[in-house]
């Protein structure tokens, strides 16, 4: 099989899908790797280093799309990138389909086939290829979190740990799966007063059994919600819904109640957000004000560190990547659960339920392709 990496032109994205050892080995499997000169290298992967394990350099995007059965990537193609996809042809990149109508319509059009990193799912529930960057934007939400509380970054100039005789910051996170429990680690590393809301009482048990004596787990409703938000310095809402729109749990009517200052920070931006003010942002202008409250919703936060992100994600991308290029998509997905479970969209049907309910789409069963 032909795999073809082209680099990423998202706002400010610079990660990329594979590493060089990544691609000696799909190479050494017997398979051919075209990427798009300089690739790389945001995340300090040379072009040399990619042409010692193997691949082809190409000097243009059309080149790598026109010559490649199966397109890998980090983010969502965006609409320039929309009709350089052909029919039938792999495409393997985190879609978030369930937030994005013109992307889903454009896939749906250019009949590929699309394989969403987010979806792919092990019998456990664990989500295989989303846990790498989830624990990355997890981590960084802290570190955003602390420094957009400071006074000339727009918000109420406190310190996350406070110092002796001063409380520390009081953070509440929303969401206690890994991007939420990544937070609270920070944070409380921190020394900040942490509080993670979720619906899940045996997570919540978890939780408070492994977490240290400033994190505090409490089973969620709404007036909870509500009473721990307006007394926080920091929010971060981390709630992931397999596939489809995060709920708005922070409503617009709430931020008159919230602090002056207090940031909002929405790791669930790419479905959408579960803030209802929230809005994509991007790593160059990250945060906007609404009410006197500070929101940062950028939509690739571990574009931020691509090295430590780019390797993260190619040791859990590549056994799928080589499935897929020993057996094809479709061999691969029916004898792999977890893979089969990644496929969102084959030709120009909706076969993932919560992107068809999401635009109200025709929704195919799986089992039309694969059985």
């Not at 979806?119 to 664990?126: A, S």
């Not at 993670?196 to 994190?215: C, Q, R």
């Not at 202008?285 to 994600?313: E, F, K």
Request: net charge positive; with cysteine.
């Amino acid at each position: 099989m032909k795999i073809g990496i082209p680099k990423e032109i998202k706002n400010n994205e610079f990660r990329v899908a594979i590493t060089p050892n990544g691609v000696k080995k799909i190479i050494n499997k017997g398979h051919e790797v075209i990427v798009e000169k300089n690739a790389g290298i945001e995340s300090n992967f040379s072009n040399k280093e990619y042409q010692k394990s193997g691949a082809e350099i190409c000097k243009t995007p059309d080149e790598v799309y026109n010559n490649s059965d199966m397109i890998l990537k980090v983010k969502e193609p965006i609409e320039i990138e929309y009709n350089k996809i052909k029919e039938n042809q792999i495409v393997f990149t985190y879609f978030h389909f369930a937030s994005n109508e013109n992307l889903t319509r454009a896939m749906l059009n250019n009949k590929s086939i699309c394989i969403a990193y987010e979806t792919v799912e092990k019998e456990n529930g664990v989500l295989p290829l989303l846990k790498p960057m989830s624990e990355v934007a997890g981590r960084m939400a802290a570190q955003e979190g602390a420094k957009y509380l400071e006074k000339p970054m727009g918000g109420r100039g406190i310190l996350l740990g406070g110092v002796e005789n001063v409380l520390p910051a009081k953070v509440l996170i929303i969401g206690g799966g890994i991007s939420g429990t990544e937070a609270a680690k920070m944070c409380s590393g921190l020394q900040a007063n942490v509080t993670i809301l979720d619906t899940d009482e045996s997570k919540i048990k978890k939780l408070n059994e492994e977490m240290p004596a400033n994190v505090k787990a409490i089973l969620s409703n709404k007036n909870i919600l509500f009473n721990h938000a307006v007394k926080s310095d920091l929010i971060i809402g981390a709630v992931l819904v397999t596939g489809g729109k995060a709920p708005k749990l922070i409503k617009k009517t709430m931020l008159k109640d919230l602090k002056k200052g207090c940031v909002l920070v929405d790791i669930a931006i790419d479905q959408g957000g579960c803030f209802e003010t929230s809005k994509p942002t991007t790593h160059q202008n990250p945060t906007y004000l609404i009410d006197g409250i500070l929101h940062y919703c950028v939509a690739n936060m571990p574009g931020a560190v691509p090295y430590t992100s780019t390797l993260a994600l190619t040791n859990k991308t590549l056994p799928y990547i080589i499935e897929i290029a020993e057996k094809g998509w479709k061999k691969a997905c029916k004898e792999n659960i977890e893979l089969k479970k990644g496929l969102n969209i084959i030709s120009n049907n909706v076969v993932y339920k919560e992107v068809s309910e999401a635009f109200n789409l025709k929704y195919t069963d799986i089992s039309t392709f694969i059985y």
